[in-house]
């Protein structure tokens, strides 16, 4: 498993709250900032449809707790991985998205637009 390799990342504050830093970035029309809500601002689009990745998530939990259904299993494992990698290239399309405007936001002022310092425990 990963856990000592992820537990080393998050020590080191390697990963980035990319909520909140959307939140204090972005004021947009939506009714909350989760990335769901944020995809279409940045052009994102699933090829799994978020009704048919709940449903296999939901699925998936009951066939775990129940311990049957191998054939099953496979494909509702195969929607559940294509929702979970869709949402880390969603995360990263977003992330792309946010430099972009800060660039284009630093070239229309002629200078860098300073970064808030970390906060406690945050990398720097």
Do not use: H
């Not at 990963?15 to 601002?41: G, H, M, N």
């Not at 290239?89 to 430099?99: N, Q």
């Amino acid at each position: 498993m990963c856990v000592d390799a992820v537990d080393r990342l998050l020590r080191a504050g390697i990963f980035v709250d990319l909520y909140r830093v959307t939140r204090q970035a972005l004021r947009a029309s939506v009714e909350s900032y989760s990335i769901k809500k944020l995809e279409p601002l940045y052009g994102f689009e699933r090829a799994v449809p978020l009704r048919e990745a709940r449903l296999a998530l939901d699925a998936f939990s009951s066939i775990f707790a129940l311990g049957t259904g191998e054939e099953a299993t496979a494909e509702l494992l195969k929607t559940v991985e294509s929702y979970n990698q869709e949402d880390c290239l969603s995360a990263r399309r977003l992330r792309d998205w946010l430099e972009e405007r800060r660039r284009e936001k630093e070239q229309k002022m002629g200078r860098a637009i300073p970064r808030p310092a970390p906060r406690s425990g945050e990398a720097k």
